[in-house]
């Protein structure tokens, strides 16, 4: 008889999560994190069988993480908008204000960073739940409304990119810090 490792309750997780941003910790969300993993295949077919596919081979991997900001401070966006940078008045520190440039021709992947997913209900030094994207960057979309009953909140997209250091891999879940045996 094979071992039964489901059909128990600690298996069904609920929660909201921590999202750390290369050291920043980009601190509250309103409306859940999401993450989205999608594989492309391409069905082989022959001649002979018509349109029935006598195999399938997976074609790429993407993965996005959309994470709703409710804290919409200019640390903020500095971290999620790629090129943007802080200027701070010489005189009156508390005079500032970010600058975005257009950043035609960025490349992305110059901006990428590693994003982890933490739940809030693991102390922080159990890592066994964490989603980590090794190579994430976001292209510095953002959508908010100033409303009279609503958060103002800015949903920023972050899309993984494969790590040429660590053999191509696109996420990651669970305890990256175990080593294999």
């Known amino acids: 008889m094979p071992t039964v490792?489901?059909?128990?309750?600690?298996?069904v997780k609920l929660g909201v999560c921590s999202v750390t941003f290369d050291t920043t910790d980009l601190?509250?969300?309103k409306g859940g994190v999401q993450v989205a993993?999608?594989?492309t295949t391409h069905e082989v077919t022959v001649d002979q069988l018509g349109n029935t596919p006598i195999n399938e081979l997976i074609m790429g991997r993407t993965c996005t993480v959309t994470v709703p900001l409710a804290e919409t401070t200019l640390e903020n966006l500095v971290a999620t908008?790629?090129?943007a940078t802080m200027i701070v008045d010489a005189t009156d520190p508390t005079k500032r204000y970010v600058k975005v440039p257009t950043a035609a021709g960025k490349n992305l992947l110059s901006f990428a960073k590693t994003l982890v997913l933490h739940?809030?209900?693991?102390?922080?030094t159990d890592r066994s739940d964490d989603f980590t994207v090794f190579k994430a960057a976001t292209a510095g979309a953002i959508t908010y409304s100033y409303s009279l009953d609503n958060e103002r909140i800015f949903n920023v997209e972050f899309k993984a990119y494969p790590d040429a250091d660590n053999d191509n891999e696109l996420f990651a879940v669970g305890d990256t810090t175990a080593v294999n045996l």
């Open 37 to 39: 993993v999608a594989t």
């Open 81 to 83: 908008m790629p090129g």
């Open 119 to 124: 739940p809030k209900d693991k102390a922080d």
């Open 27 to 29: 601190g509250f969300t």
């Open 5 to 11: 490792v489901n059909n128990k309750p600690e298996n």
